[in-house]
Structures are given as structure tokens and as C-alpha cells.
T-cell receptor, first 114, second 115 residues
Framework: AQKITQTQPGMFVQEKEAVTLDCTYD???????LFWYKQPSSGEMIFLIY??????QNATEGRYSLNFQKARKSANLVISASQLGDSAMYFC???????????FGKGTTLSVSS | DTEVTQTPKHLVMGMTNKKSLKCEQH?????MYWYKQKAKKPPELMFV???????INESVPSRFSPECPNSSLLNLHLHALQPEDSALYLC??????????????FGAGTRLSVL
């Protein structure tokens, strides 16, 4: 069975600080992809970053980077230099080779203060 | 452009009403999805369309009826809903094919309240 675990219901950080949002996953497949989405209070799910199981380097997209540790089955999202606009719910998701659906974690609410 | 457009943004309906949610994308994606999301919970998959054909129905009650008139449009027809169906309904699209990297792009959702 596939599963995504996000153990931090809420995280608090000050502007300009870096923050790490944890995500661990469970799958028996060799080929899979990991995704992070941001959902502000407006509701839209915004794609942030993708990591493939065979990718040798950690993914980066601007201020977002993914700390991928395959042996530990973790795919933590690192946001550098937090901004007030980063306050949102963040979801980690898994998709395997055969699957169509994304398996989502329960999410982490990030609050950035000035 | 990675835009998925959903209308309406908000919808209030009675339990005897019939209404429809609409989703549109122009990215050439051939897979489209409906998700239901309750407050502070992750999205739950409802339906998947692949090349305009229904490929996945996650045991959704028949009061929800999806339709894919063409490759750019996805509708969700609502009839005789219950108050517990109140939620955010999200539409998404992606390239078709079994690649794990097929990114799903989401719309802003329709907030539905059933009275």
C-alpha cells in the first residue's frame, strides 16, 4: 500500500527564515514521483516542485528545494527566505508508475510572521 | 500557461436543486480529474477522464454525474445533494500516459454549500 505521512500539523516561522516541511512515504514500487503543492486560503492547489525516484540530484525551483533521502523514504520541502505570502497549507503527494491518482498526505499549515 | 479555470467560484444550492460545475483547460492535456476537499483535509479523488472517457470512478454517489464534452472541458452535474456534500470541488488536468512525472495542475475550485 502507498502512503504519505506529514507529521507536522502546523509550523511557525518568521520572515526571511528558512523552514523545512517533513514528508515520509511508503511504496513498494521502484519508479515513483513525489510532488509538493501549496494551497492558500483561496483554495487553489499550486504545484511547487517534483522529484522522481530515479533523479540523482535533489530538485530545486527558486526558493523551494526538495531534500530527497531515498533510503529513508523522505522528501522534505525546504523553503528558503520565507515570505508572508508563503503562509498556506502544504501537501506532499506520491504517484507511482501504474497509478493515475495522487496520494496526498494530511498537509502542514505554515504560518509566516513579520 | 498552466491555467485551469473553474466556474462558479461559489455555489449555494438546496437539496432539490440541479446545478453544474464547469472546468476548462487549454494546455492540451488529455487527462482531467475531479476532487472533493473538506476543510483542513487533503483532496479526495472522485473521477478521472482519459481521452474524454471516464476511466476512474471512486465509488462516488450517483447524485454526482461527470461529463467530458471535449478534450478541454469537464463538467460535474449535481442533483439532490446532501448537506454533507458541502466542500471545495477541485478540477485538475495533466498529460495522459503512465509517466510518474505527469504533473496535475489544479483550478481554484468551487466552494459548494448545500442547504
Amino acid at each position: 500500500a502507498q502512503k504519505i505521512t506529514q507529521t507536522q500539523p502546523g509550523m511557525f516561522v518568521q520572515e526571511k527564515e528558512a523552514v523545512t516541511l517533513d514528508c515520509t512515504y511508503d511504496t513498494s514500487d521502484q519508479s515513483y514521483g513525489l510532488f509538493w503543492y501549496k494551497q492558500p486560503s483561496s483554495g487553489e492547489m499550486i504545484f511547487l516542485i517534483y522529484q522522481g525516484s530515479y533523479d540523482e540530484q535533489n530538485a530545486t525551483e527558486g526558493r523551494y528545494s526538495l531534500n530527497f533521502q531515498k533510503a529513508r523514504k523522505s522528501a522534505n520541502l525546504v523553503i528558503s527566505a520565507s515570505q508572508l505570502g508563503d503562509s498556506a497549507m502544504y501537501f506532499c503527494a506520491l504517484r507511482n508508475q501504474a497509478g493515475t491518482a495522487l496520494i496526498f498526505g494530511k498537509g502542514t499549515t505554515l504560518s509566516v510572521s513579520s | 500557461d498552466t491555467e485551469v479555470t473553474q466556474t462558479p467560484k461559489h455555489l449555494v444550492m438546496g437539496m432539490t436543486n440541479k446545478k453544474s460545475l464547469k472546468c476548462e483547460q487549454h494546455m492540451g492535456h488529455r487527462a482531467m480529474y475531479w476532487y472533493k476537499q473538506k476543510a483542513k483535509k487533503p483532496p479526495e479523488l472522485m473521477f478521472v477522464y482519459s481521452y474524454e472517457k471516464l476511466s476512474i470512478n471512486e465509488s462516488v454517489p450517483s447524485r454526482f454525474s461527470p461529463e467530458c464534452p471535449n478534450s478541454s472541458l469537464l463538467n460535474l452535474h449535481l442533483h439532490a445533494l446532501q448537506p454533507e456534500d458541502s466542500a471545495l470541488y477541485l478540477c485538475a488536468s495533466s498529460q495522459e500516459g503512465g509517466r510518474v512525472k505527469n504533473i496535475q495542475y489544479f483550478g481554484a475550485g468551487t466552494r459548494l454549500s448545500v442547504l
